[in-house]
């Protein structure tokens, strides 16, 4: 079935250090990931994604890994900023069921100064 | 940068009414979607558009849900009569397959029922 699903609910960082946020996913046929970041007030803003075919993937800052043996996929911040303070969503999409997002339930990051 | 845009930000209606929320998607893609999000809970499909017609549709999209495309830029959901559940914020998005299956957001509509 769909199923996606986060370890922590709520993450505090100091500011400066590094954010790991992580989520679990169980459809198998997952082939494409991703990872959003929803300020208060706002729509899903995209971060990055990865596709199956790939176990890591960098952009600005962020890094997202993908472990297909246990189906468990994290986002990866350095230096984390006050700005990065947001709820994080990651969502799968499995081709063969059309193109549809299934989102996880979310995780607060709050980012200490 | 191009955005979708959704009007209005906030809705307010009584139970039983029939509300309309409209986007405007990026205009080169192709795929539309709406989205709702109940507060403190994840983001929930409700239905993918293309070529004019519904591709998908979840088990929320009931008979009281329906989306058109009325002309070549605009993607509007509509709820014929609004039960007190059906308050959430409501996201839609788009994205053109060129690209991937990265979905574009707009900030959304809050629709409160009474």
């Known amino acids: 079935g769909e199923s996606v699903g986060l370890h922590l609910p709520t993450l505090s960082v100091q500011e400066g250090d590094n954010s790991i946020i992580n989520c679990a996913y169980s459809n198998s046929a997952s082939d494409y990931f991703i990872w959003y970041k929803q300020e208060s007030g706002k729509g899903p803003q995209f971060i990055i994604d990865?596709?199956?075919?790939?176990d890591k993937r960098q952009g600005q800052r962020v890094t997202v890994l993908l472990n297909k043996t246990v189906k468990h996929l994290s986002l990866q911040i350095a230096a984390t900023q006050p700005g990065d303070s947001a709820v994080y969503f990651c969502a799968e999409n499995i081709r063969e069921y059309g193109n549809k997002l299934v989102f996880g339930a979310g995780t607060i990051l709050r980012v200490k100064s | 940068e191009p955005e979708v845009t959704q009007t209005p930000s906030h809705q307010v209606t009584q139970m039983g009414q029939e509300v309309i929320l409209r986007c405007v998607p990026i205009?080169?893609?192709?795929?539309f979607y709406w989205y709702r999000q109940i507060l403190g809970q994840k983001v929930e499909f409700l239905v993918s558009?293309?070529?004019?017609?519904?591709?998908?549709k979840s088990e929320i999209f009931d008979d009281q849900f329906s989306v058109e495309r009325p002309d070549g830029s605009n993607f509007t959901l509509k709820i014929r009569s609004t039960k007190l559940e059906d308050s959430a914020m409501y996201f839609c998005?788009?994205?053109?397959?060129?690209?991937?299956?990265?979905?574009?957001f707009g900030s959304g509509t809050q629709l409160s029922v009474l």
């Open positions: 990865i596709r199956s075919n790939m």
């Open positions: 205009s080169n893609h192709l795929y």
């Open positions: 558009f293309y070529n004019n017609e519904i591709s998908e």
């Open positions: 998005a788009s994205t053109n397959r060129e690209v991937g299956e990265k979905l574009f």
